[in-house]
């Protein structure tokens, strides 16, 4: 290897090291909350469809109350 390559890199490093490592740090910090956000967004999807579920069977209860009143009412 020549080491007029070495000197570059080191020159390289010298000037944009911050750079560099900032900007790796903020792309492992991008990918981490990228990863935390998809799984509160997977669990909030499940907790939706448990909610859609339980309305749905408060609206079937509901019709069934509201048949058996109409019936009460057409009876009484």
Do not use: C, P
Not at 39 to 57: F, G, S, T, Y
């Amino acid at each position: 290897m020549d080491i007029s390559i070495i000197e570059k890199l080191v020159q390289i490093l010298d000037q944009h090291g911050f750079a560099i490592i900032v900007a790796g740090a903020l792309f492992w910090y991008i990918v981490s909350e990228t990863r935390a956000n998809r799984k509160a967004v997977d669990e909030l999807r499940d907790v939706i469809k448990d909610l859609k579920k339980v309305i749905d069977d408060n609206n079937k209860l509901m019709s069934a109350a509201i048949d058996v009143a109409k019936e009460m009412t057409r009876i009484g």
